[in-house]
């Protein structure tokens, strides 16, 4: 019996999760808690949110996430990817950046409308 | 002049929904002024995700959160003066702004909102002892830095604080390449959300000392290293459990002071447990016709929660205007009982709502509690809560039939079973 603290939303609810049968999850409060309670201790996965470079923008840098939870074991493969990242504005919130971002399947999209300056 | 029905201070999600509620309700003159070049408030350097939860059912980023009000708001004709610097409201709501593109200026609303915030606690604030060397950073000030500015802060991080926006940075400088020795958190107990210190601390190896806090900073121009003492249960420094830490940087998560300087101008009636006005059932001030919402009032964890009790300040607002004030027969005041720090709102006119919301804050980790409404002796309502923590606020509901019954005094507190 494991317990975790899920995070899933902010309420984190406490879950004792059973991997000794199927790891049945307890202590959820919700579905989604009893997915990552397997999921945290099969394959932990995580939304990796972090910036990239933008020019022409009134920031330098632009907001972007994984489209889906990644392997946590991926998440610094990512950053890495992202360093190379140069974008030009105007970009658009939910703009696709990197297509299947090193293999994981999720694409890295923009967070946010950012309009050419001059 | 120039004249609006509405006046919204602050362009953060607080003033955003505030302005979008009121024009729901049919106002058509509203204006947002915002000190900042752009619309979102400080949403705009949270770029991590666990935003929109309740209000958009799906999980955001700050900059997804707040773009997708500044989205609904062009279709409707709010007006926005960005770059404006609010200097004063009067008490006939005249609101002093000042910008580089018009000057100076005086507005006249026939009502007020006031959504200016909170800012973050500083040094100076804890005093904690040491050098003077560049290097200290509030957390959210050194996310802004990262996120907006593109400017690693440092290499070597120790934060001291374990609010949630420390311990958002932790992981962000580490994703970042930063290594974070230590998040030191004075009591004994953390000030975030659990979540946070799961995905933010234990994800990343980063040690959490409870009961200790930062009794050194060294350094010549820049920080170089920093001594980290446990304390006892007086929060007083133990000799003899110095811990030392070479780093370059220290981050502060000590804590959000509501930014009130407008509000005291105005001399509105302030609720020192709060540091924010004091405020009615429909997130309206003492002074009739202005309205506070978000973390100005009291400071939040959730933004969606700001979002709620913010379209609740505007549909006010709007029915202000259009109907005039509210009746207050009946009055009900709020206190704090057991374990209570605050609560918000502190005043309650039955006949205006139908079910009341009040949010309030305990002072002690608790395990399965009862939150008990007193009228008097008399027990009015009871709300079962499997664990309290600080740095978790409360909800409850009131309905407006037990709102009849009370008297004019209630009283909020908690039990632990």
């Known amino acids: 019996m494991k317990e975790l603290i899920c995070i899933v939303c902010p309420k984190g609810c406490h879950l004792k999760v059973d991997e000794a049968n199927d790891y049945a999850v307890t202590g959820n409060g919700c579905p989604r808690g009893a997915a990552y309670g397997k999921a945290e201790l099969t394959n932990p996965t995580r939304v990796l949110t972090s910036t990239v470079k933008i020019d022409g923008a009134h920031h330098r840098r632009c907001p972007v996430k994984t489209d889906r939870a990644v392997a946590k074991g991926k998440l610094f493969e990512l950053m890495d990817l992202l360093d190379g990242v140069q974008l030009t504005a105007p970009v658009k919130v939910g703009q696709i950046i990197i297509e299947n971002a090193a293999g994981t399947g999720a694409n890295i999209v923009c967070c946010k409308n950012l309009d050419a300056v001059k | ?417």
């Open chain 2, 1 to 417: 002049m120039n004249h609006y029905e509405l006046i919204v201070i602050g362009g953060g999600p607080a003033g955003l929904a505030a302005a979008l509620a009121a024009y729901e309700q049919g106002l058509r003159k509203i204006l947002i002024v915002e000190r900042d070049k752009e619309l979102g408030g400080i949403l705009n350097q949270c770029i991590h995700n666990g935003f929109g939860l309740h209000h958009f059912k799906e999980e955001l980023t700050g900059p997804e959160y707040a773009g997708r009000f500044v989205e609904m708001l062009k279709d409707t004709n709010v007006e926005v003066a960005l770059d404006t610097m609010v200097l004063e409201i009067t008490r006939e709501r005249e609101v002093h702004a000042v910008s580089v593109a018009k000057g100076y200026q005086v507005l006249k609303g026939d009502s007020v909102i006031l959504a200016m915030g909170c800012r973050e606690r500083t040094r100076g604030a804890i005093a904690i002892p040491g050098d003077r060397p560049a290097g200290v950073f509030t957390a959210g000030t050194a996310q802004r830095y990262l996120n907006m500015e593109g400017y690693m802060v440092g290499r070597r991080i120790v934060i001291l604080g374990s609010g949630d926006i420390g311990l958002i940075m932790a992981r962000r400088m580490t994703l970042e390449g930063a290594k974070v020795l230590a998040c030191v958190e004075v009591m004994p107990y953390s000030g975030g959300l659990n979540r946070n210190i799961v995905q933010c601390l234990q994800d990343y190896d980063i040690p959490l000392y409870l009961s200790h806090t930062i009794t050194d900073i060294r350094g010549k121009g820049r920080v170089e290293g920093v001594t980290v003492s446990q304390v006892d249960a007086r929060r007083n420094p133990i000799p003899g459990t110095e811990m030392h830490f070479d780093c370059d940087t220290v981050l502060l998560s000590v804590g959000l002071i509501p930014e009130n300087e407008l509000t005291r101008q105005a001399e509105i009636t302030m609720d020192p447990r709060t540091n924010g006005a004091v405020v009615y059932e429909n997130m309206e001030t003492a002074l009739p016709g202005v309205f506070a919402c978000g973390n100005v009032v009291h400071v939040h964890d959730l933004v969606d929660f700001v979002t709620a009790e913010s379209m609740r300040a505007g549909r006010a607002a709007a029915a202000y205007v259009q109907k005039g004030e509210a009746d207050d027969a009946g009055l009900i005041t709020l206190k704090n009982g057991d374990g209570v720090t605050y609560t918000v709102p502190q005043r309650i006119r039955p006949g205006n709502v139908e079910n009341a919301e009040v949010f309030f804050r305990v002072n002690r980790v608790c395990g399965a509690s009862e939150i008990r409404v007193m009228s008097g002796d008399t027990q009015i309502a009871k709300f079962k809560r499997a664990h309290l923590a600080p740095g978790e606020m409360e909800r409850i509901m009131l309905p407006k039939k037990l709102l009849e019954k009370a008297g004019s005094e209630l009283t909020v507190g908690i039990v632990e079973l």
